[in-house]
């Protein structure tokens, strides 16, 4: 298997440190408002990412952690949490937005067909692991404290920056980082914010440097150790994480340890609307419950995400998302012949081997969904003009329980149409073979009604869901 490291800048052939088990890390939600589509994405990505390892023969421990205090509004430890300004917002406390965006989100994990990872776990359940991390840093050498935190010294690391190949000397404040006058570099980030004096948190915790709350970066450096251990296997999140985030938990737990904080790092790219960048004071922040309101299946949304590489802008238009559940209907209904064999059809077991096989090279290979896609399409239309011959039956549904393993599409979950809309099939064909077209166009609109569309081939009729 190759991934592709954003901190060698090169695909690499992937070598976990055990060949026992995969240690994986990767960047969850801060739980302060709905998910837009722009987030899912990534999730997605990753999902798809711990399939394919499990595929190539790997057990995972999969962590992903729950941002629900510390994550200010700007990148650069100034400004509000957003968990306080969502309290605001809906006149409630920061732990019942948290409460409830974490509760959304597990439901759109398992809309989405994403698989719950090992541990999915809250910054509010590893306060004391995070506090533990800063004293060891401080003990270290590696912190200072000012008026409103304690900071990581950035002029300590002799690699700050290595990930995104930062040119710390021409890094200015006010871009990606704020003014500061006390911080002793630009780049410098909080481990421990201060209360400020006569205000009272919804969060806030006794620390040996006062009440307060961590900082964003410090939750997933603490937590991925606590569960993974002092080196990861993978990292990943997304481009958005590379200059700021990702680059200081590389920083601090190195500091802290001594030793690699993970090997390979993975970056998806952004998902783009219209062209435009996914923002709210554009208007064009879409939810998975705005898709699901227009009639779409969250499994359409997925087949989007599937189209394109994780590592390229990929774009969402309402056409794009409707030619995916066009995408999806037909892998359905391919999947659906396993319940229409025809004797004499064209395409046999080895088919599928073959298929299979191209599909799990492609996907091993840096995550080439689209490819996967591609060579998936190839059967689909051999199928649908050569049908499916019954020696082949179990190789086709062991194919089918493959690609629902490492696409996560839920093929196998259709049952199959019943009896009374099987009779209605074979009355219209002997309607047809007697060329009362009046009688079959009554039986084709009564399945119609009943969601099937039916097809005529040389073998005999051919039914699919119409949705």
């Known amino acids: 298997m190759q991934l592709y490291n954003t901190l060698t800048k090169k695909l690499e052939e992937f070598t976990p440190q055990s060949p026992e088990q995969v240690s994986l890390y990767t960047c969850g939600p801060t739980v302060y408002d709905y998910p837009q589509i722009g987030n899912w994405i990534a999730y997605v990505r990753w999902d798809t990412l711990q399939r394919v390892l499990k595929e190539n023969g790997y057990k995972i421990n999969w962590v992903m952690n ?24 809906e006149g409630k406390t920061a732990w019942q937005i948290a409460k409830f965006y974490t509760e959304d989100f597990e439901k759109g994990l398992k809309e989405l067909n994403i698989e719950q990872p090992t541990h999915l776990e809250p910054a509010t359940r590893h306060i004391q692991a995070q506090i533990d991390l800063v004293k060891a840093l401080q003990e270290k050498g590696y912190t200072y404290a000012i008026d409103d935190g304690v900071y990581f010294d950035t002029s300590k690391v002799n690699d700050y920056g290595k990930l995104a190949r930062l040119n710390l000397d021409s890094l200015k404040e006010g871009a990606r980082v704020e003014a500061n006058p006390q911080k002793r570099q630009p780049s410098d980030f909080a481990l421990w914010k201060f209360t400020p004096e006569g205000v009272k948190r919804d969060m806030e915790w006794d620390s040996p440097w006062g009440k307060g709350f961590p900082g964003w970066h410090i939750e997933c450096s603490a937590i991925a150790m606590e569960f993974l251990g002092d080196t990861l296997d993978i990292h990943a999140g997304g481009i958005d994480h590379i200059p700021v985030h990702h680059t200081n938990e590389i920083a601090q737990s190195e500091a802290a340890t001594g030793k690699p904080f993970a090997k390979y790092w993975l970056h998806g790219s952004f998902l783009n609307i219209d062209g435009s960048k996914i923002s709210k004071s554009l208007g064009n922040s879409i939810t998975l419950q705005d898709i699901i309101r227009q009639g779409f299946s969250p499994l359409d949304l997925r087949m989007l995400y599937l189209q394109s590489h994780y590592r390229t802008h990929s774009n969402f238009t309402l056409g794009g998302l409707k030619a995916a559940q066009q995408r999806r209907l037909g892998l359905q209904a391919f999947a659906d012949l396993r319940y229409q064999l025809k004797d004499g059809g064209s395409v046999q077991a080895a088919d599928f081997d073959q298929v299979r096989q191209v599909v ?16 998936l399409s190839d059967l689909q239309n051999g199928a649908d003009t050569g049908l499916i011959d019954p020696s082949a039956a179990e190789s086709f549904v062991d194919f089918l329980k493959f690609l629902d393993r490492v696409l996560g599409l839920n093929l196998l979950e259709s049952e199959d149409i019943t009896d009374e809309q099987k009779r209605l099939i074979k009355d219209r064909e002997q309607a ?21 569309t039916v097809r005529d081939t040389p073998m005999g009729s051919i039914w699919q869901r119409a949705s």
């Open 360 to 375: 799990l090279e492609e996907l091993s290979d840096d995550l080439h969904t689209p490819q996967a896609l591609a060579a």
């Open 432 to 452: 047809r073979a007697n060329r009362d077209f009046a009688s079959s166009d009554k039986l084709r609109d009564k399945l119609e009604n009943q969601n099937l």
């Open 66 to 89: 729950i941002t629900d205090v510390g994550h200010l509004v700007s990148d650069a430890d100034e400004g509000e949490d957003k968990l306080e300004k969502g309290a605001r917002r």
